[in-house]
C-alpha cells in the first residue's frame, strides 16, 4: 500500500502517518520527492479497513493498494528514478557510471596499478573481489581481509569509491568496515538471509541477477535488502544460463529496458561475466549503454592470462582503455554522457 501525501503535508502529518502505521506492526518507508512524499506500507496482513481509517488523516492525498509483489522497488512508490550517493560519485538518475577492476584482489601491485588505468580512462568506482564465489572449492577464493585492506589502500590512492562482494552473513562486519558498495553475487541472489543482513548494514548494495532469475523476482529479492530500511540497490544483469554455450552466459540485454519499467533503481550491465571471453566483452558493453543501462561493471586485469580467476574474461588495461571512448559515444547517441579522456581528472602520481 503506498500513502500519496499532499503537496502541503507537514513534516508533523507524515510523521503521524508513519507513527500509525509502525504501531500497527507494519513496516513504514519514505520516499521523499521533489513535491510530495509518499509513504510505502509493507508488512501482512494489511488490515482490511486500514485505507479507510488513513484516508481521513489531514494531509494524506490518497491511499492506494499495491498489487504486485515487489512494493517499494517500483515506480508507485517512488515515481522519480533513484540516485544513489558513494562519497562523491553519484549513481542513477541521469548519470553514466563504469565500475571496473580485477575479477578478485591478487596483490596490492596488481590492484593498486589497475585501480589507477582505469580511473585515468573514466571509471569512476574500483571493483575486486576479497571474498570469492567459485564453482570448484579447489580455485582461489580469494585473500580474505587482506585483500580488503588493499581495496582500502587503492581507494586511498586514486579516491575511487570500492565495491567488493560479501558471501555470508558473518562477513558483513569486516567487508562493511573497509567497502563503500557491497556486492551480492549471482549466486546468492536468492539468499534470503543474506540479503536481509545487508540491508541493515546502512551502505549501498549491487544486486547481481542469479542465473536463473524471473524479473519479478530479482525485484523481490532487492525488496527484501529495501524492506530492512536501506533504499540504496543497484541491480546488475550479468548474463543468465541458457542453451547456448558460445559464450559463458547469455547477456539478457532486454532485461536492462524491462527492469527499468518495473522499477526506479539503477540498472547495471557486467559484460564480463556475460561474455566469459574478453574477445566479446567490448561489444556486449556497448550493448548494455545502447539498451540504456546507468552504468557497467567491467573486469580488467594487468596481466589477464596470469589471473588467479577470470582472466579469460579480463580487458587488459590497453582493452578498457581503448573501449571506453566507444562507451562515451554510444552514450552520447542516447542520450547520456559518459566523461573520458580529457574531461576525466588524472590520479596524482
Ligand atoms: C564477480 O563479480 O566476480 C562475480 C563472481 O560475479 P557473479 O556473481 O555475477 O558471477
Ligand atoms: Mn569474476
Given amino acids: 500500500m503506498i500513502i500519496v501525501m499532499e503537496t502541503k503535508a507537514t513534516r508533523d502529518q507524515v510523521n503521524g502517518i508513519v507513527a500509525r502505521v509502525k504501531a500497527l506492526g507494519l513496516g513504514a518507508h519514505l520516499s521523499e520527492g521533489e513535491e510530495r512524499t509518499i509513504i510505502g506500507v509493507v508488512g501482512s496482513p494489511l488490515p482490511p479497513s486500514l485505507e479507510d481509517e488513513l484516508e481521513i488523516h489531514s494531509g494524506v492525498e490518497r491511499v492506494v493498494r499495491i498489487t504486485k509483489k515487489y512494493k517499494l522497488t517500483g515506480w508507485d512508490f517512488h515515481p522519480q528514478k533513484s540516485t544513489i550517493a558513494v562519497r562523491d560519485v553519484v549513481i542513477g538518475g541521469d548519470a553514466l557510471t563504469i565500475i571496473a577492476g580485477p575479477c578478485s ?149 532486454s532485461s536492462v529496458p524491462v527492469i527499468q519499467g518495473m522499477s526506479h533503481l539503477p540498472v547495471f550491465v557486467d559484460p564480463s561475466h556475460a561474455a566469459g571471453k574478453r574477445a566479446l566483452v567490448p561489444a556486449l558493453a556497448l550493448a548494455g549503454i545502447a539498451a540504456g543501462a546507468d552504468g557497467l561493471m567491467i573486469e580488467v586485469h594487468p596481466n589477464p592470462d596470469h589471473a588467479l580467476s577470470d582472466g579469460a574474461q579480463s580487458l587488459t588495461f590497453a582493452q578498457f582503455e581503448a573501449l571506453t571512448p566507444r562507451l562515451a559515444a554510444v552514450a552520447e547517441a542516447v542520450g547520456r554522457r559518459l566523461p573520458v579522456g580529457a574531461d576525466v581528472a588524472p590520479v596524482p602520481a
Avoid at 228 to 244: A, K, W, Y
Fill in 105 to 253: 584482489v591478487e596483490s596490492e601491485e596488481q590492484t593498486v596499478s589497475t585501480a589507477r588505468a582505469v580511473k585515468d580512462a573514466g571509471a569512476s568506482i574500483l571493483r575486486g573481489g576479497a571474498y570469492k564465489p567459485r564453482t570448484s572449492p579447489y580455485e582461489f577464493r580469494g585473500m580474505g581481509r587482506r585483500g580488503l585492506e588493499i581495496l582500502a589502500t587503492a581507494r586511498e590512492e586514486t579516491g575511487m569509491p570500492i565495491i567488493t562482494e560479501v558471501m555470508t552473513p558473518s562477513d558483513i562486519d569486516v567487508v562493511g568496515e573497509f567497502t563503500d558498495i557491497f556486492q551480492i553475487g549471482a549466486r546468492n541472489s536468492q539468499n534470503y538471509l543474506l540479503l536481509e543482513e545487508v540491508g541493515k548494514a546502512g551502505k549501498p548494495v549491487m544486486l547481481k541477477r542469479g542465473l536463473s532469475m524471473l524479473m519479478e523476482e530479482w525485484l523481490l529479492a532487492a525488496e527484501y535488502v529495501m524492506a530492512q530500511g536501506n533504499p540504496d540497490v543497484i541491480l546488475c544483469e550479468r548474463g543468465i544460463r541458457t542453451f547456448e554455450s558460445s559464450t559463458r552466459n547469455t547477456l539478457d540485454v
